[in-house]
């Protein structure tokens, strides 16, 4: 099981925020191994742009094991504007190819959500400039849609792909099996959640996501991608105990499959 982490889960919350760019990255990597985790899903976000190390080419982060480079600064009702996305993408589509970083993630979600038709519609029209632009990366979308929104979007270019985030779409209300199914070639990347049907983010085994069932469908029809854990934060200060222990309740699941 390739399983890793979303950065800043092995930090505590910076200003009440649950996923901000930690200071102290490089801590991080020491307690992954630590941890007995693979990877860690490197973030960028509002608060960390102007001095994430992502953009400093002294440092080199192909010496770390980064699966992707997740722009959270994408969350934002401004994604459909051209100037805004070229100002936040390009950056980041150059930083994960100048540190051989295959994957971006890109989050629409809550403020970049593509939920309207007219907003999709302007998003493909700008989104497809930059897969014809780096044809070597891999775009992969984390959305709450529709299985047909979706589709909508992927169908633009081969190298879109989709960041499967098993909370959201328990919370969204769609079948994790027909999902799974419908994407399984372009999922490249699934983050571990457990929600409720109400869309509340709880600890593993207490929300409605069937990880066991989850599990079994991937590995039946081979996907071998990452597994980034972005479960619930647990007390502030315990992080390290609160990864290993929903570490050992997923890789449970995973074992039982």
Sequence with gaps: ?????????????????????????HREFQLLKL???SHIEWLITKGSVNDNPAFDETVPLNNYPISSLCADTLVDTRIIEADYLFDNLTPICES????????????LLEDSSMEDYDI????????????????????????ELTISDLRDILE??????VT????????????????????????NNV?????TYKAQTVAPSIGDTDFLLIFKKLSSLGYNGPYTMQTARGKTGNEFNTTLLHRNILKGFYDAK
């Design 120 to 143: 999709r519609q302007q998003f493909k029209n700008l989104i497809i400039e930059y897969a014809k632009k780096y044809p070597n990366l891999k775009f992969s979308f984390e959305c």
């Design 191 to 195: 983050h571990l959640k457990d929600r």
């Design 156 to 161: 633009l270019s081969d190298n879109f792909y």
């Design 96 to 107: 994960a190819i100048r540190n051989n970083i295959e994957m971006i993630t890109i989050p």
């Design 164 to 187: 499967y985030d098993t909370g959201n779409i328990t919370s969204y209300g769609i079948e994790h099996s027909e999902y799974i199914s419908t994407f399984y070639e372009r999922i």
């Design 1 to 25: 099981m390739n399983l890793g982490i979303m950065q800043g889960r092995l930090s505590e919350p910076i200003n009440g925020h649950m996923q901000e760019f930690p200071p102290e990255w």
């Design 35 to 37: 941890c007995g985790l």
